[in-house]
């Protein structure tokens, strides 16, 4: 049996109360932060509502988001601002989870006004994002063009 490498990281599960915003983004709408956020900080939690086993088997909603082996939560409810959260192949985000709860972390040091997102699972891509092509700031950097009036940001990859 494979084991995976456990990072040793200690992390607070407990969300601080940063100034986040939904607003309209690339992809419709996206979770935005309103303040400089350091790497590693807890962001949010991603509520959810339990999911029974047979709702497990027949429902492929959006929202869905396994916990455990034989666990998963929905999170299309209201309250639940994480569900706005973005996919992205070059996330600065990334997710952990703890007694079956989700939550955000905060993958390196966020600047105010930067649009918060992780990467969701191979699964989920293949079933949702594949087909139209992933939009996110890693596979569509002309994305940016429309949003930003600075020419320059479209060079800075290289
Ligand atoms: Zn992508």
Sequence with gaps: M???IMKKIT???TPEN???????SRT???LFTEEAIPRGACIIEYKGRECSEEEQETSNGKYLFETGKNT????NIPGNTAKYINHSCAPNCEIDIRKRRVYVFAKRNLKAG???NYDYDTEYFDA????KGCLCNKCSPMGTKATTSSPKTAKKKR
């Design 18 to 24: 940063f100034a986040l915003k939904v607003k309209r």
């Design 72 to 75: 998963m939560i929905d999170g």
């Design 114 to 116: 930067e649009e918060l």
């Design 11 to 13: 992390r607070h599960f």
């Design 2 to 4: 494979i084991k995976p």
């Design 28 to 30: 419709g709408r996206g």
């Design 128 to 131: 949702h994002i594949k087909k």
